[in-house]
């Protein structure tokens, strides 16, 4: 079955770079129409998406972060890493990756990951 | 980008009662749109997909309409257990965008 998982710091400072892994099973990111997404969530807040890579490579970003996120991918880890630079305490939120396939909308959610940013 | 407007922000509902939840798009976005359920503590679940398509194994009392700008999800019969944030999603090639979300509490 499909599963995700995400994995980093549950604490950054402002102004340092977070790095979130997403490893997933039940999928491979080399088949055709596969994607995986990043999107979070403040505390008592909406969802917001971040970014998303598919199985050829392309990424796409959040129109207002795009300058600040970058999203890779390592097929053969069944990994997705998605950084953020320049955090700030606004960005404190669950951290969520996803799993998409394309066309579609959001099929498979991991559990998410609480980032606080605070000094 | 396209913006994503749900009302009410908040809705108290009796178990039984019909339950209707309203999105509307800044723009057109055909069919692309997604209904998901949010309990606390939870990440979401797909009720709906391609405005009306029910996602499998999503009970059937649970039913979206609409196409261009202009989306509902219904609830025929509200139940316990629906008590839930509920989102809508734009999806297309480029972008998603959510809604801001509708809170449903159970009276």
């Known amino acids: 079955q499909v599963t995700l998982r995400e994995s980093g710091p549950a604490l950054v400072k402002p102004t340092q770079t977070l790095t979130l892994t997403c490893t997933f099973s039940?999928?491979?990111?080399?088949?055709?129409?596969?994607?995986v997404s990043w999107i979070r969530q403040p505390p008592g807040k909406a969802l917001e998406w971040l970014a998303r890579?598919?199985?050829?490579?392309?990424?796409y970003y959040s129109t207002s972060l795009k300058t600040r996120l970058t999203i890779s991918k390592d097929t053969s880890k069944n990994q997705v890493v998605l950084t953020m630079t320049n955090m700030d305490p606004v960005d404190t939120a669950t951290y969520y990756c996803?799993?998409?396939?394309?066309?579609?909308?959001?099929?498979?959610w991991g559990q998410g990951t609480l980032v606080t940013v605070s000094s | 980008d396209i913006q994503m407007t749900q009302s009410p922000s908040t809705l108290s509902a009796s178990v039984g009662d019909r339950v209707t939840i309203t999105c509307r798009a800044s723009q057109s976005i055909s069919s692309w749109l997604a209904w998901y359920q949010q309990k606390p503590g939870k990440a979401p679940k797909l009720l709906i997909y391609k405005a009306s398509s029910l996602e499998s194994g999503v009970p059937s009392r649970f039913s979206g309409s609409g196409s261009g700008t202009e989306f509902t999800l219904t609830i025929s019969s509200l139940q316990p257990d629906d008590s839930a944030t509920f989102y809508c999603?734009?999806?297309?090639?480029?972008?998603?965008?959510f809604g801001q979300g509708t809170k449903l509490e159970i009276k």
């Open positions: 999603q734009q999806y297309n090639i480029y972008s998603y965008t």
């Open positions: 890579i598919d199985w050829d490579d392309d990424k």
């Open positions: 996803a799993r998409i396939r394309s066309g579609s909308p959001i099929d498979y």
């Open positions: 039940g999928f491979s990111l080399s088949t055709s129409g596969m994607c």
